[in-house]
């Protein structure tokens, strides 16, 4: 077979026909640039992650439990951001973020409600979702007591997240009782 | 073909000649209808209109300026967030559109589904009248859909500007907007989570509101075949399943809102991996 | 006298080597200045009598053009006064609004303009959707302003963190949440756990470059607004313009 310049060509000679050294150039060449543009883009796409990070820390000692009351304690919120919940039994922290899209909640004491000025999210102090578009519960900080002196401490980006349910009355629920579980959870 | 012979008998072919009248055909040239062309120089009639609208907008936007400054809030603090806290008009529609839809869907999805669904239109709308003026009785079916969508998003801006207040409530210009509303009553819940307290099974339930937004899709691509028939053939396979994919996810924001206000519905659709 | 020194000024060697041409008072002049003129060239040398109609166009393209341009010049000046750092743009806003010179007016122009501007490229589209000017041989040239449009309002949300105020965080807070919750690609979305996405690894952070909205998110911001964005949408507003000239105005007749 015979091209238009009157070469033969390769095509019909089977899988066995050399490559010229023509095609092997531009194979080459195509090759070559395509694998230096992906290169980069690799190297764009690393140098746009940063590797190390100066962001506010999130571990906070706290005192000893004797120092909060029965019910939610908001005086962590603007510091730590997160709420201290204190029940007869035990103890635990929710995250002051909302499941939504990340503001922050206020607490209403006559409602026993949190609830979220940007889209109108409303969680119970278990972090249910009692309403608004929420998709998830609060979640639960890591909490724990201090061996040596007794204090509590709260690591909020060690995060408690169960996949929620929907029951009836409650849009998003999950469980309360197996939440109460190191290290999410001090019995007192 | 009929009228050769008129033709011939109006104006005879002269053999010495090289050129000849080919055919006379009835109907209208596609010059009758038009005026002789009309134009003028840009310099100056366009510019001296373009110098004019921006001085003016420039005087509008400087008059603004005297008496109403640019917004500047308390410093940022990640710890306490303004209530209720409002975002540019521009965006409220989409804020709104939050408060009925899982961020995935109302923050991502649907908006890239409306600017995918723009950048279609011209591709889709295969109706060639209507260029160059203002035009409604030619298009309704472009028109009604392109108003439709719009005025859906202005609604939201208006609700989001005008009708929310704190804990992003509904207010009405009337109420004290100082003073928090308690939260409504009624709680939310999903479809599936509703029919199985109708005594449907679990599994069933979940089966039946997959069958239902099957459904809801299924119906926007087999009822506009069986009605609008020739339309349909205009618009070819493809063109067809595009236009009524796009015409049912439109459809979709004000039924979820209906179904949320009405039903207290929060989700109509639950599976592992997201919500609908 | 006068008209001696203009005479003699338009016969300098220098005045004809920028102005090819004489005033544009005659025909062959006003044809002349739009070849000659880079700026003007994006106008064609002769328009019809009815694409003049105010009621036709009313503007908004042309405007939402003037808009841009006034707000480069409103930002440019507006630069000269900020430092995008967590502990100085607060304040900076406050200097530029109080102490500095037109400060107050610089930053309200740039704020009113940029929400005329979103305002006009949404009422030039509709405009442009209601007269059917999108239609063949146009289409390329909606779909180049839909991301113009889309641009124009990633401009508007990238400039409001730059104040560092309450509207800023919270704003930039709900919008990269929504990135987190991007399909695939974000830790918070369908799919993106299952596929190893992480707070620390995912579109938000990329985007913010942290796991909270912080210096870096400020300074990523700062420069997408300033040079990035800008720049894409200068490049899609010479495609823009380029394109109307090609396709021809849609105007009546």
Known sequence: ?188 | MAERSTTENIYPRNQKKSYALMELVKGQGFQTRKQPEDTVFVWPHLLYIELIAALVSLAILLWVCTFKHAPLEDMASSDTTPNPMKAPWYFLGLQELLVFFDPWLAGMVLPVFIIVGMLAIPYLDINPKGVGYWAWKERPFAIWTFMFGFLQWWVFIIIGVYFRGLDWQWYMPWDDWTQHKPSSGATLNDMNVILHGWGVGETAANLATYAMTIGYFALFLILPVLLWRKFSQQLGVVRYLLVWSLFALLMLSPIKVFLRLAFNIKYFMVTPWFKL | ?253
Not at chain 1, 140 to 163: E, F, H, M
Not at chain 3, 35 to 56: D, E, Q
Not at chain 3, 183 to 211: E, K, Y
């Open chain 1, 1 to 188: 077979m015979k091209d238009m310049r009157g070469f033969e060509t390769l095509e019909g000679q089977g899988d066995k026909a050399p490559v010229c050294r023509r095609d092997f150039f531009t194979m080459v060449g195509w090759g070559g640039f395509l694998a230096a543009m992906a290169g980069v883009g690799v190297g764009s796409f690393k140098f746009y992650v940063p590797t190390v990070l100066y962001e506010p820390p999130t571990t906070f000692k706290i005192g000893p439990p004797a120092d909060y009351g029965i019910g939610v304690d908001v005086r962590w919120k603007t510091i730590g951001q997160f709420w201290l919940v204190k029940e007869e039994k035990g103890m635990y922290a929710l995250v002051s973020i909302c499941r939504h899209l990340g503001c922050t909640p206020n607490w209403f004491p006559d409602q026993e409600r949190f609830r979220c000025p940007c889209h109108g999210s409303i969680y119970d102090t278990a972090g249910n979702v009692r309403g608004g578009p929420a998709p998830r519960t609060l979640w639960r900080a890591a909490i724990s007591l201090d061996p040596i002196d007794g204090q509590i401490i709260v690591n909020t980006s060690v995060r408690q997240d169960p996949d929620p349910k929907s029951i009836e009355g409650i849009a998003v629920y999950v469980d309360p009782e197996p939440r109460k579980v190191a290290p999410y959870y001090i019995n007192l």
């Open chain 3, 1 to 253: 006298m006068i008209d001696r020194l203009v005479t003699f000024i338009r016969d300098t060697q220098l005045w004809q080597s920028i102005f090819r041409h004489g005033y544009p008072e005659t025909d062959r002049n006003q044809s002349l200045i739009m070849f000659s003129s880079v700026l003007l060239h994006l106008h064609p040398v002769k328009i019809k009598r009815s694409a003049l109609r105010f009621r036709y166009t009313m503007c908004l393209g042309g405007l939402s053009a003037f808009m841009f341009l006034l707000l480069t010049f409103t930002g440019i000046f507006l630069m000269f006064y900020y430092v995008p750092d967590t502990r100085q743009a607060y304040n900076n806003i406050k200097d530029l609004t109080s102490n500095v010179f037109m400060g107050e007016l610089m930053r309200d122009l740039h704020k009113w303009s940029a929400e005329a501007m979103v305002f006009l490229v949404w009422a030039h589209m509709f405009r442009v959707f209601m007269t059917g000017s999108y239609k063949t041989p146009r289409e390329f040239n909606w779909g180049i302003g839909v991301i113009l449009l889309t641009v124009t309002l990633l401009l508007s949300w990238t400039g409001y963190l730059l104040p560092w105020d309450q509207l800023a965080l919270w704003a930039i807070t709900v919008g990269t949440k929504m990135a987190e919750a991007t399909p695939f690609v974000g830790n918070a979305g369908p799919w993106g756990p299952q596929l190893g996405f992480t707070i620390s690894n995912d579109i938000r952070f990329l985007l913010i470059g942290g796991t909270v909205v912080g210096q870096n998110a400020l300074l990523r911001f700062y420069v997408l607004h300033c040079v990035a964005l800008p720049v894409i949408i200068t490049l899609g507003m010479v495609v823009h313009f380029w394109r109307i000239r090609k396709d021809g105005f849609s105007g009546p007749l």
